[in-house]
């Protein structure tokens, strides 16, 4: 029988891999078919209707080291299949210890998504319940050629659901221009970024 326009785009959840585990890491939204609906080019700002929505702040100062960066005698690298992905497609990013040596991080929800604007890079999720969320941190040890591997659908439910036990949104919500996946999580490190641009 043929299966449905929605059951097909309900059995394409996106799923987050890390050191060998697979966990569902949220709903596609059925209107991700529509495309992006929110500002498009460099906004001044990202702005939200909702006045209980406190915005995510970046949790480092340094600036973002681009994909390899040695750390505590060993290497880090953040990779993506391209630098150009389409609004509610899946987006494969890749953080894997190329080196030797273990090393510390702080598990695999220590990233940022960012949107490139006048003021900034500035994360497009954050909290509607009029108090800000920080997310997890989780110390652990990432063994040599160890790795974690998200496959995120760009689109805002998803997005906004990929982080467990924490009430996310996105807003505005996305629209083409310029991103970047940050992780942030490496011990005594400075983060990796790897840009990207979304469109129609």
Known sequence: MERTRRDLLAASAATLTAAGSVGVAGCLDFAAGDGPQGPEGVPETLTCEDDAFVRLTAPFDEPVEGTV??????????????????????????????????????????????????????????????????????????????????????????????????DLEVCPPLGAGTYRFVYWGIVDAPPLGAEFELVG
Do not use: C
Not at 74 to 86: D, K, Q
Not at 115 to 144: I, K
């Open 69 to 166: 960066v040695d750390a505590a005698g060993t290497r880090f690298e953040l990779s993506t299949e391209g630098n150009a992905e389409t609004y509610g497609q899946s987006m494969r990013l890749v953080f894997r210890n190329t080196g030797d040596e273990p090393g510390a991080v702080l598990g695999k929800h220590a990233y940022s998504l960012q949107r490139e604007t006048g003021e900034g890079w500035l994360d497009v999720r954050g909290s509607t319940a009029g108090e800000a969320v920080e997310l997890p941190r989780d110390e652990e040890t990432l063994d040599p050629s160890g790795a974690y591997i998200w496959s995120l659908d760009l689109e805002e439910a998803t997005i906004a659901s990929a982080v467990p036990d924490r």
